[in-house]
């Protein structure tokens, strides 16, 4: 589909890089010469600006630093606000949480050219959907077995101890007895029929729950319940070792 450089739509980026930001930024611009584009790191920010004032689109990553999991798109599921989701990110909890929300389109930056994010621009903003091609399996129901289901308390324990910390530091970082950490770890454990330690951080990672980069290890969907917690003269992220 060809540009529309007399449309003036005005849209609001949320990336946690700005640079990252920027170079959307451009894009969007490239594909609309007088869009008038707002670029935030912050999801807070981004919210007060839509709030202020609702724009012709939004797009954003799956990863924000103020935000629990994708808590930045929850005030949108009764809204027709065109979303575009521009992410890598194709773990299991990231695209559970994307099930459950509404969103026009779903980028994949790193599979997907610029041409490709032309077109996902253009679809978007009509109210239309666009989907990677590599998200495309992912986004089906999968099938379900309740008796291996966490619940939310479980998946928040298995964020915390998923990054090999002890019910003792666990304990102390989820505001529960010791006690309660290891009850819970081994109901995580059989629930998932885990034997060692060493698979349960694996699985952790695997699934999202973790994240572990050179910069630390951050918890997808619980950082700010673990900051609430978390006792002021202890940091609730774990050194890496």
């Not at 979303?83 to 969103?103: E, H, K, N, P, S």
């Not at 379900?144 to 964020?159: G, M, N, Q, S, Y």
Request: proline share 7%; with cysteine.
């Amino acid at each position: 589909m060809p540009s529309l450089p007399t449309l003036t739509p005005r849209i609001v980026v949320l990336k946690a890089d700005r640079f990252y930001g920027d170079t959307i930024a451009q894009q969007v611009r490239l594909c609309w010469r007088g869009a008038k584009v707002e670029v935030f790191q912050k999801g807070f920010d981004a919210l007060d600006s839509i709030q202020a004032k609702m724009p012709d689109m939004f797009i954003t990553g799956v990863k924000i630093d103020d935000m629990d999991g994708l808590e930045h798109l929850e005030p949108f599921v009764e809204r027709k606000l065109p979303i575009l989701v521009v992410t890598w990110r194709r773990d299991l909890r990231t695209v559970a949480l994307l099930r459950g929300l509404r969103y026009n389109g779903i980028f994949d930056v790193k599979l997907d050219g610029y041409r490709d994010f032309s077109r996902a621009l253009e679809l978007v903003l009509e109210g239309k959907s666009y989907v990677s091609e590599s998200f495309v399996p992912h986004m089906k129901p999968p099938r379900r077995i309740t008796l291996d289901e966490l619940t939310p308390k479980e998946e928040e324990v298995l964020a915390v101890i998923g990054d090999g910390s002890d019910d003792q530091r666990a304990a102390v970082r989820l505001g529960i007895s010791p006690h309660t950490v290891n009850t819970h770890r081994k109901s995580i454990m059989a629930k998932l029929r885990l034997h060692q330690k060493g698979e349960l951080v694996c699985y952790a990672v695997q699934m999202g729950y973790v994240h572990i980069s050179p910069t630390g290890v951050t918890y997808p969907g619980f950082e700010r319940q673990l900051l609430k917690r978390a006792p002021r003269d202890e940091p609730p992220k774990a050194n890496v070792a």
